[in-house]
């Protein structure tokens, strides 16, 4: 496929078509729309892999794919998409991600017979954020990124807020207004990186900030800005209250998007942003920050541990492996640079899982309290078996594409913070504990009476959720073509900051 | 001080002004001598001819002033320039989105404004006026006057001239504040207040005139910034004078701490009226205010940074606060307007031209979405029983104002609600809003010209704006339009963020009931004198909250404001290019 043709551009332009289709849908088409959204997800998909075939993998560390247009020169800004490794994989996930979210709603919003409007409206704020989505990983210029980043947070607070549990309000304005504070300090650190850059009508663009010369006290100051609004993003401690209450009352679909596209967009932005634009304030911030992402690591482990409530329980694991990837950055070397990537892939592949199947728990049982399930391993045996590889996913088990990364990210850190390594790796036993404990408490045990009858697994559900275990054995078994993805981009940030790569003791182990 | 005959006069440089000055004086013989039935269509025909002649006026002068930075009138009196063009044109532009606004009588046929605004609230005469269905048509000569004084608002160059126009524009809308049909003596009360404080700042503004001429023994800009660049002795005299002028155009703004009036003003003029002042009064405030303090005052900026700054900060953090807690539609937006006036506030503090041309792309989006703002309020209504005995019809009465009979509007009436989300989202600065678009700016020239801490703290007021807007959008699309009582919706809208569950909600959709002692006033109670307290009667009457259909006009306002909002936040360069290039002061 030539690499010429705008793919990005395709990619964002096709889900904002069908969010508009399925708004403006004549009668005849609205008792469609799921079938209009599923394939439209679908469809983009497949564009997603004609872009594969497009890029260069042999040289994933450069980005590619790149389209530059000039948006508004007035106050410098592009329109400049591009992607690299990393970039493409985390869209590639998101393209998986959202037909299955379709998928999971199928019956959703009071559509048991047909489709709702209300249904109807959720599909295309669906496809609307996956346009943000592909835009926010592909954006190459600063004011691009900003702008998605926060025009993402509207059809992700309608979607907790118009589509939620009982206190769905709140989590909505709590998430909203802890994004928008995060996003508007990050405002000011943009104004300002502008003004210390280049200039100019292409003065946005992060190939030119990259070299921009900053002051020592304007980079941290700069720094700390962005940040800031990337752990907020996150999320890591202490800012990462409103995640539990998003997902304890947002949708299962919408969760599953929430925490495994959106708030890689934190993780992402560090990568892609902090680190390269502020090199010295990143070395400089690192201490600190490997410490905060050691303290989410366990706090998120131990909350989890401690959750009633099924949603709450697996957005405090979140928190807990969010923990790992930030500490695979600031760590600094190749591999745990590297495996913080592969992670980020991982974890939306793991934690949707466990999002959809929790979804098909609750829409089962109508409550998320973990207490009100029990011995349904023999009700629902296929229902049961999903839920305990998604559950060994996350707690890493070897074989499964999460072992790969979190232990790539535990070994390169243990190159360069051994102490930090060590104390993280106790969040592997604990994160067995939440987990297995979890599975006995609901699926083992002799069966509840009044759970007698539970319908296992229908097709439409095995299908939401099958991808993402087939995606995870394939990549646990056999990572190299991932790992070939997200090593050279490692190696060119490790460049950008300035740090010589300590070599994992363990290197090439993994593959 | 003497007067000399200018030598000749650029009557076509002055030709935004005199055709809505002119069209105004027809629409007063329109008035005196054109039979009533075709009064109406006629002073539309006018009004809108008017405004758009003076956007075809502004167009034609448009490139001669780009080559050459333009011209001053009437020896000294009037400059028109790159600026001045741009403020006339944003003005004409939201003058003509008002006047459709003002226009529209809605299905129930009825305008925004009392049948006879000289009638004692509740008296039988007013009563008849109505049943005949009289309307007060001086409406839109007053409103041409209104704009007419705001066309030169921005374009004066002398102290003087400043001072007419301030009352030129200032007096057609002490008038029109006092002409709602609905709640009469909230509306008059509001007129009164505007009037005395108007007529205070006036004071204080013709003092500082006087102040200032007392020093440097002109009233003309430039020559006044001449002596200033240069200041030998009784600098006090010039800095009070400089003070008291600034505090005289803050007080048009609405910046605190001269903000008391807004509320109460936005809240009492009728609806569409608001629209018209919130947008219009601030562009020509604002600049008017622009171009005193970066070509006449420059040479103080010393001294005057710590008032500017003070003003700013003040502004931007008592408009969000006290927002925080109003129940009352018009209320919040007149507050959000004081906090706007802050941040706008920085982009002038910023003193460099990045300064100018921010603030007037910011005035343009901000008067946009505005105007629709207010449209759509203005068609969001309370209506009467129904099913109740004495009323088996039901009635449609005045603008639903209190936020909690905004429950449910998203989805009993989804598209004016996503119109009203974009216009708050745009408010609120959310990215690919014109908002946004105008706040970056803004905020991106108080950064360069070194006013980083205002930015800062716009960004935060910012934030926490965002909280009163979103409660609105929460309201609108998340809450049950029906069965909740009053108190229970606001209750809801107000405990947001508490986490105790939300009232359940029934299945059914239909229009938010509201139970409460409503009280009434005016028009609504006959009552023998206009007075006070005595005419406050309270009955239990129910009353759901309905839109009622738009005649028309008031619906291509709300479309092309929502066009303008969204095209000015996604493609913004074309205007920001126009506005670039023109954002020269002729000195």
């Known amino acids: ?511 | 001080m003497s007067f000399t005959q200018p030598d000749s006069i650029e009557w076509a440089a002055m030709s935004p002004v005199i055709i809505v000055l002119g069209a105004a004086v027809v629409g007063v013989l329109v008035e005196a001598f054109v039979p009533a039935r075709a009064r109406r269509i006629t002073q539309l025909a006018i009004a809108f001819a008017a405004t758009i002649g003076a956007i075809v006026a502004v167009a034609a002068l448009w490139s001669g002033t780009r080559r050459d930075g333009g011209t001053m009138v009437l020896g000294g009196a009037l400059v028109v320039d790159g600026p001045a063009l741009v403020l006339q044109g944003s003005i004409a532009v939201l003058t003509i989105l008002s006047l459709l606004v003002i226009a529209d009588r809605t299905a129930t046929g009825e305008d925004a404004f009392a049948p006879t605004a000289a009638s004692v609230p509740g008296s039988d005469y007013e009563e008849l006026a109505r049943r005949k269905g009289l309307e007060q048509t001086e409406v839109y000569p007053l409103v041409l006057f209104a704009a007419g004084g705001m066309l030169i608002f921005p374009a004066t160059a002398d102290l003087l001239t400043l001072f007419v126009a301030l009352e030129v524009l200032s007096l057609p809308l002490y008038l029109l504040t006092g002409m709602a049909r609905r709640r009469r003596l909230l509306s008059q009360e509001a007129s009164l207040k505007y009037f005395l404080l108007g007529a205070f700042a006036s004071a204080l503004l013709v003092f500082g005139i006087a102040l200032v001429y007392g020093y440097a023994g002109t009233l003309n800009y430039g020559e006044i910034a001449a002596v200033t660049e240069d200041p030998t002795g009784l600098d006090t005299l010039l800095l009070v004078g400089a003070v008291l002028v600034l505090a005289g155009l803050l007080f048009k703004v609405g910046a605190v701490p001269f903000h008391t009036w807004t509320p109460d003003v936005y809240q009492g003029a009728p609806t569409p009226i608001t629209g018209f002042m919130a947008a219009c009064t601030k562009v020509a405030a604002f600049g008017a205010l622009l171009r005193i303090y970066y070509t006449v005052v420059p040479g103080l900026q010393w001294d005057l940074d710590v008032m500017m700054w003070t003003v700013a900060i003040a502004t931007m953090v008592v408009g969000t606060v006290v927002a925080l807690v109003q129940t009352d539609v018009k209320r919040l937006l007149a507050y959000s307007s004081i906090a706007h006036a802050g941040f706008i506030l920085t982009g002038i503090v910023a003193l460099n031209p990045a300064g100018v041309s921010s603030v007037l792309f910011y005035l343009l989006v901000y008067g946009v979405a505005t105007v629709g703002a207010f449209a759509v309020i203005w068609l969001v209504r309370e209506r009467t029983g129904g099913s109740d005995d004495d009323d088996p019809r039901g009635s449609v009465l005045g603008e639903a104002t209190h936020i909690s009979q905004w429950a449910g509007l998203g989805r009993t009436h989804p598209a004016l609600a996503t119109a009203f989300t974009l216009f708050l989202l745009s408010f609120a600065g959310i990215p690919l809003t014109a908002g946004f678009i105008g706040k970056f700016t803004v905020f991106s020239a108080a950064v360069d010209g070194g006013a980083w801490p205002l930015a800062l703290i716009g960004v935060l007021a910012s934030a926490a704006a965002a909280f009163f807007y979103v409660r609105i959008i929460v309201l609108m699309f998340f809450t049950a339009p029906h069965g909740e009582s009053d108190e229970a919706a606001a209750a809801a809208a107000a405990d947001e963020l508490s986490p105790e569950p939300g009232p359940a909600e029934p299945a059914l959709v239909g229009t938010g009931v509201v139970e409460a002692g409503v009280v009434e006033t005016g028009a609504d109670v006959a009552t023998p004198e206009g007075g006070v307290a005595t005419l406050v009667a309270v009955r239990p009457v129910t009353t759901t909250t309905t839109v009622v259909p738009s005649e028309g006009f008031a619906a291509v306002a709300i479309v092309l404001c929502a066009a303008a909002t969204i095209l000015l936040g996604v493609f913004p360069q074309p205007v920001l290019d126009l506005i670039a290039d023109m954002a020269t002061f002729l000195r």
């Open chain 1, 1 to 511: 496929m030539s690499p010429d043709f705008p793919w990005l551009t395709t990619l964002i332009a096709w889900p904002v078509l069908g969010a508009l289709l399925l708004w403006l849908a004549p009668r005849g088409l609205r008792a469609h729309a799921r079938m209009i959204a599923l394939a439209w997800s679908l469809v983009e998909l497949v564009l997603v892999g004609l872009a594969f075939t497009a890029f260069d993998t042999g040289d994933s560390g450069t980005v590619q794919l790149t389209e530059t247009h000039r948006w508004i020169p007035a106050i410098g800004t592009s329109y400049a998409v591009g992607v690299d490794g990393v970039g493409l994989a985390l869209i590639a996930m998101s393209a998986l991600l959202v037909p299955l979210v379709v998928l999971a709603a199928w019956r959703e919003q009071g559509s048991q017979e047909g489709v709702s409007d209300r249904l109807r409206g959720y599909l295309a704020l669906v496809l609307l954020l996956e346009a943000f989505i592909v835009a926010v990983f592909a954006a190459r210029d600063v004011f691009l990124f900003y702008v998605v980043f926060e025009a993402m947070l509207i059809p992700v607070y309608f979607m907790i807020g118009a589509f939620g549990g009982a206190q769905r309000r709140y989590a909505a304005v709590k998430f909203l207004l802890y994004s928008l504070a995060g996003g508007l300090i990050m405002l000011v650190g943009v104004i300002a990186l502008y003004l210390q850059g280049p200039g100019g009508p292409e003065g946005f663009l992060t190939d030119n900030l990259v070299t921009a010369d900053l002051a020592p006290t304007t980079e941290k100051w700069l720094f700390v800005a962005f940040f800031i609004a990337f752990a907020i993003k996150a999320p890591m401690f202490p800012v990462h209250t409103w995640l539990p209450d998003a997902a304890e009352q947002a949708p299962a679909g919408t969760s599953t998007l929430l925490v495994g596209v959106l708030d890689k967009v934190g993780t992402f932005g560090m990568l892609t942003l902090c680190l390269p634009l502020f090199p010295d304030a990143s070395r400089w911030a690192a201490p600190v920050i490997i410490v905060l992402a050691v303290v989410s690591i366990l706090y998120g482990a131990l909350l989890a541990i401690g959750q009633k409530d099924l949603m709450r329980l697996i957005a405090y694991t979140s928190v807990s492996h969010f923990g790992f990837i930030v500490l695979g950055i600031f760590a600094f070397t190749s591999t745990s640079v590297a495996g913080s990537s592969f992670y980020m892939v991982n974890h939306g592949l793991s934690t949707g899982a466990l999002f959809l199947l929790a979804g098909f728990l609750v829409a089962r049982r109508g409550s998320q309290q973990i207490a009100d399930f029990g011995g349904l391993q023999k009700i629902v045996p296929v229902l049961a078996g999903l839920f305990l590889v998604a559950g060994l996913s996350a707690l890493s088990l070897p074989g499964l594409s999460t072992f790969v990364s979190e232990f790539m990210v535990l070994v390169g850190t243990f190159a360069r913070h051994p102490a930090a390594a060590i104390v993280a790796s106790t969040g592997v036993v604990l994160a067995a504990i939440y987990i297995l404990w979890t599975y006995q408490r609901i699926f083992t045990g002799p069966p509840r009476e009044e759970l007698e009858g539970m319908p296992d697994l229908r097709a439409r559900e095995r299908w939401a959720v099958a991808p993402l275990i087939a995606a995870m054995l394939v990549l646990g078994f056999v990572p190299g073509p991932a790992l070939d993805l997200v090593r050279p981009p490692a190696a060119v940030t490790l460049d950008q900051v300035g740090v010589t790569d300590v070599p994992a003791a363990a290197e090439g182990s993994d593959q």
